[in-house]
Structures are given as structure tokens and as C-alpha cells.
């Protein structure tokens, strides 16, 4: 992980265990799951308690960072209050919480040691789900590298109950269809069918 990255965690990391529990995901989570990947921000959710996002912002900017818009709008529509580190210069998007979803991904984090602070990381399989949903080319892709290292059959059972869920609430049809094909490009996944369809072919 990029030392400038790892300064904004440790700081990061301050204010965010005053206000509730929290994870980190996106790039950084990736990475942090042995995957090489060069990102300049950092993504983590929090849910706030007490729910007083400006008290929060304020005790953000006390800890080292600055808001990069100045419309609490944006903020209420999209559950996002972006930042940036003063120190490093790097940006920050802090995702607000709802229940549901993002209550399971909270149950399910994981600490881990990252470069000397103790942080909470999203399940891996939750990972996957999140990079399924944003849905760009590096996502895919990212997704694609975290099945190859860590992917598990009781992963693949979670991950298709989830997105099945997901696609129903969202009226899509593809997340599903899309996962199967990140697991049917991995390495290890074409030897696994391929093994399968030769156990089929001569009757074992």
C-alpha cells in the first residue's frame, strides 16, 4: 500500500473509532487482500452513532481533513461526504451507512493489521459483491484477481444469494450472469471446469 495512503488510514483511523463501527473497501481493500493495484484514494463506510454527520465533519476536520464540496445536498442524495487529507493531499469518500446491505458487510469485517494500525476490512466475498456492483473494466477486473486468490465455494454460494437479492431490489438481470463469468475467466476456475468436463465425458 502507498505510504501516502497509509498516513491517511492512521489518521483516518482516529476519528472513525469515535463514531461507530466502519470498514475500508474499495482499491485499498484490494490491495490490502494481496492484490497489486495502484489507486490515489480511499473508500471506507462508516455508521455514524451517534447519526450527526456535521458533528462528524467537524470532528474530520479537526483530525487532518477537508471537505471537497461544499453542497450538503450532494451529500444527502448520494450518502457520500468526500474529503481529502491535508497532509498527503490525498482524496477520501466516506459512505454513510444505511441498513440492510451495508449492516451485513458491517457484521462480517474483518481487522487487520495495515502498516501498523489496526483497521477493519470488508469480508473479501462482500468485496467481490461491491466491485460486481460498480461494475467498470478495473472493477471487473479487480474482482476477477480476488476470486483467483481467495475465491471458495461457500464464497460463491453467498455471493449468488446476495446477487440475486441485489438484482430483484435494482431490477437488474446481469450481476449474476457477470459474476459467473469473472469465475469462469480465473485460471484456476477454466482448469476446474475443464477437469469436470473430462470426469463427464469418460463417465468417472
Not at 471458495?152 to 440475486?164: F, K, P
Request: aromatic share 6%; net charge neutral.
Amino acid at each position: 500500500m502507498q505510504p501516502a495512503a497509509l498516513d491517511l488510514i492512521k489518521a483516518l483511523s482516529v476519528v472513525l473509532d469515535r463514531w461507530g463501527r466502519w470498514y475500508l473497501f474499495g482499491a485499498q481493500a484490494v490491495v490490502a487482500y494481496g492484490v497489486p493495484r495502484f489507486s490515489a484514494d480511499v473508500d471506507v463506510t462508516v455508521k455514524l452513532d451517534p447519526d450527526d454527520p456535521e458533528r462528524f465533519v467537524s470532528d474530520m476536520e479537526a483530525g487532518g481533513f477537508k471537505l471537497r464540496v461544499d453542497d450538503p445536498e450532494f451529500v444527502r442524495r448520494t450518502r457520500v461526504i468526500p474529503f481529502v487529507h491535508i497532509v498527503t493531499g490525498m482524496p477520501l469518500d466516506v459512505v454513510l451507512a444505511g441498513s440492510g446491505l451495508e449492516d451485513e458487510f458491517l457484521d462480517r469485517a474483518t481487522t487487520k493489521d495495515i502498516g501498523g494500525t489496526t483497521v477493519p476490512l470488508i469480508d473479501v466475498a462482500d468485496l467481490l459483491i461491491a466491485k460486481i456492483l460498480a461494475g467498470r473494466p478495473k472493477d471487473t477486473e479487480d474482482a476477477r484477481n480476488l476470486w483467483r486468490l481467495h475465491g471458495a465455494e461457500s464464497h460463491r454460494r453467498r455471493i449468488r444469494r446476495l446477487l440475486r437479492l441485489l438484482e430483484e431490489a435494482l431490477g437488474q438481470s446481469d450481476l449474476v450472469s457477470g459474476f459467473e463469468t469473472i469465475i469462469g475467466r480465473t485460471p484456476g476456475a477454466q482448469a476446474r471446469l475443464g477437469r469436470r468436463d473430462n470426469n463427464a465425458a469418460s463417465g468417472s
